[in-house]
């Protein structure tokens, strides 16, 4: 097995950003994607990238089919996360080899999707709160350069984790391994509950959104609802840490000025990650007690935008 070797299952936006950051360092990657027009402009044309850094092309090896994909050491899984479990399928072989996957995807649930097939000795936590969208077939737009997080999961140290960190970090995309990955992760998924389904329902970037009164304190009422269900299920989290770090990814001129991955979803006329984000916390909300209304409209709300095209 080829240890330098990165599979990217999902080569949407930030899948094929990733990927073209780690082959540019030296590492050899293969994007795996379900899009035919997406795969096929990259095998035609390469992958265009735009925005943060400089217009640029990059001469990717990519694939519709995961199975053709047989040395890879490390398959980061960046599908929608109502992909998963078959992409997870679709790459199971690489487990049997020995590869290591990392979920770098939104919600919760995506790493014991991954373990269910591939094992939960095969598969790390990631987080990541960089930005990228697909603007056309493939055509990327960066937004920014942020550290990314791996480790163990739920928690713990390990020398793998420390040693994809550090291969990853040597080729350009900055990765710390965490002791707390469960932990990391929903301080992640804070900033998604507070500003993915208004982003969608507004077509609004969250720079816009957290400039608008209304808005803002919307955003701030799901996050406290998802802080009660994060207290609730034993995740220690600080409202003012959460807080701080929502309005970091808000920036003007950087993360702030995407527009959640949700709202691209609506726009494009796709299913949405509703269930991972909003969901998946209402669930645990439910079953501890804890009330959460704005989470139920939100996700009501985004609902309602789904049927119109499914």
């Keep these: 097995m080829d240890t330098n070797h ?12 990733f990927g073209a950051i780690l082959q540019d360092g030296g590492l050899r990657v293969t994007l795996v994607d379900t899009n035919p027009e997406h795969v096929d402009a990259i095998q035609r044309d390469g992958l265009k990238i735009v925005g943060f850094g400089g ?25 929608k996360a109502h992909s998963t479990r ?3 399928q679709a790459a ?4 049997a080899a020995g590869a290591v996957a990392i979920s770098f995807q939104n919600g919760l649930g995506n790493e014991e999707e991954i373990a269910a097939v591939w094992g939960a000795d095969n598969v790390l936590g990631g987080l990541t709160t960089m930005a990228a969208t697909l603007e056309a077939p493939g055509v990327v737009r ?9 480790g163990e999961f739920p928690q713990g140290s390990s020398e793998r984790a420390q040693g994809i960190a550090a291969q990853f970090t040597d080729a350009g995309l900055e990765t710390h391994a965490s002791a707390n990955i469960a932990t990391d992760i929903w301080k992640k998924l804070l900033g998604n509950i507070s500003m993915s389904a208004l982003s969608g329902a507004t077509n609004l970037s969250s ?6 009164p209304e808005l803002k304190s919307i955003c701030l009422r799901a996050l406290d609802e998802a802080l009660e269900v994060a207290q609730a299920v034993g995740v220690e989290l600080e409202r003012e840490a959460a807080v701080a770090g929502m309005q970091a990814i808000s920036q003007p001129g950087g993360t702030g000025d995407n527009k959640s991955s949700l709202c691209v979803d609506l726009l494009n006329q796709r299913p949405t990650e509703v269930e991972f984000i909003y969901g ?5 909300g439910r079953e501890h007690g804890v009330a959460t209304p ?3 409209a939100l996700r009501a709300i985004v609902k309602g935008l789904e049927s119109h095209y499914l």
């Excluded at 990165?6 to 950003?17: E, K, P, R, S, Y």
């Excluded at 199971?92 to 487990?95: I, K, V, Y």
């Design 6 to 17: 990165i599979a990217v299952v999902g080569a949407g936006g930030m899948g094929a950003l």
């Design 55 to 79: 217009e640029r092309t990059v001469s990717m090896q990519v694939t519709a089919d995961a199975g053709t994909v047989d040395d890879a050491a490390v398959v980061l899984f960046q599908c």
């Design 86 to 88: 078959a992409a997870a």
């Design 92 to 95: 199971a072989h690489l487990a």
């Design 142 to 150: 960066d937004f920014s350069r942020v550290p990314s997080y791996i």
């Design 207 to 212: 720079a816009v959104m957290l400039q608008i």
């Design 280 to 284: 998946s916390v209402i669930a645990y």
């Design 294 to 296: 704005t989470l139920d």
